[in-house]
Structure formats: C-alpha cells, structure tokens
C-alpha cells in the first residue's frame, strides 16, 4: 500500500512539473502574437473634415468666414517617425465684391469659389508612433509636423494654382487598426487669383515676384483612418 502511495505522489508531482514546462514554453509564443499585433503598420486610408478658411484682396485675415471643407488621404509609413501623405480636399471659398475703388465693401455682395486641393507631404513624428505594449519608447499620440508641394483646382476647374502647405497636427491610434488625427493646415499659393475676380486676381501684376501678394487658404479638421500593411513577420532562427 505505502509503494502505491508513493508512486500516486511521484506521479503528481512529475505532472506538475510538465505543465509548470509547458507554461514557460508557452510565454514566449503569447509575446511572438502579441507582436504581431503590434507591428508596424505601413498604409492608412481614410477621410476628415472640418473648416476651411481664405485671405487674399477679399479677407485680410486667416479663420474668418469659415466654410466647410472635407476629403480623403492616404499615408505610407516609412518608419515610427517618418511618412509620405497624398491628400484630396474640397473647399469653397467667399468674400465680398469690390467696390468702385477696388476694394471689398459688404454693400456689394458675395462672391464664391470652389476649390479642389490635391497635395503630397512629408511628415515628421516628434514621437516613434504606434502601439507597443512592452516598449515605452513607442507612443501611441504624437504632435507632427508637415510640408510638401500642392496644386489648388479652381474657377470650375479652369484655373490651376501651386501652393505649399504648412501642417501642424496630432495623431492618435486607439486601435491596433485606427488612427485619428487632427490638423491645421496653412496654404501659401503662388499665385493671386482665387477670387476669380478681376479687381482681385493679380491686382498689381507681382504674382511670382512677391510672396505676400499671393493667396492663402487653410484648413481646420479632424480625420479618422484605417490601418493596413503591416511589416512582414520576421523569423529570427531562419537562414
């Protein structure tokens, strides 16, 4: 009876000992999925909207007579800190028309304008950005910072203007998969006619000889994206 006894408690202890083995070999292979999961995702499509604003011969000042303004972009991740954005935005512009002296007086009116925005950024993080549970390095918020070259569609597309955009924003990814943001975006043109008026559109002929004789518009917004493409899962015993 003791030997039976005794082989009983041989036996749960060796048991024991097999899954105490099989949890340490399993714990590495949960933090391999977990990995997975966070590894860097390298496309984001999305869509924002938001506020838009003009100052040229019409409006002096930036954030006056808000309009509406809306689009979609897509972002290449190259890594945590750097991307390449291209982006599409609807965006109507308005003021009032000029006066005998060539000047806007709200006795006169409102003149409108549509414009389609289309640009191509680079995009610094001031953070390594994503989501990394077990490395504090990595952030999911980070503030950047954006520029590039743009073209403005306008005057029902007949007229093409160049601009560069100035962007300051915030980016969130709450989700393995989604990203939000939101951004300001400051549009210098190279170019005076927006307003499609001709009291306004070059007025004093220095388009291209003088920066602050040109156009400017600028948007509000927030956006929300998908994320896709992730990094191709590394095999580190592979040769």
Known sequence: M???????????????????????????????????????????????????????????????????TYGAAIRYSIDRRWSV???????????????????????MGMWSNQLVNIDVVGEFNFLPYGRIKYDRRISPVTP?????????????????????????GLKWQPLPQLAVHVAWQHNVYFADNLETVAEYDNRYNMNGSNILNC?????LVAGIAFMFLQDKLVCRTCK
Not at 215 to 219: E, H, M, R, S
């Open 215 to 219: 156009d400017v518009t600028g948007q």
């Open 85 to 107: 954005r291209l982006k599409g935005m609807a965006q109507r512009i308005t003021g009032y028309n000029p006066n005998t002296a060539g000047r806007a007086d709200k006795r």
């Open 2 to 68: 003791g030997f039976h006894k005794q082989d009983a408690g041989c036996s749960a202890s060796a048991a024991l000992r097999c899954v105490g083995l099989a949890l340490v070999l399993l714990i590495p292979g949960v933090r391999a999925y977990s990995d997975i999961s966070e590894r860097l995702y390298h496309m984001e499509f999305g869509a924002e909207g938001g506020c838009g604003y003009y100052a040229g011969d019409a409006e002096q000042y930036i954030f006056q007579d808000l309009r509406e």
């Open 144 to 168: 950047y910072i954006a520029t590039g070259m743009g073209v403005g569609l306008h005057n029902k597309w007949s007229k093409v203007g160049v601009y560069v955009p100035f962007i300051l």
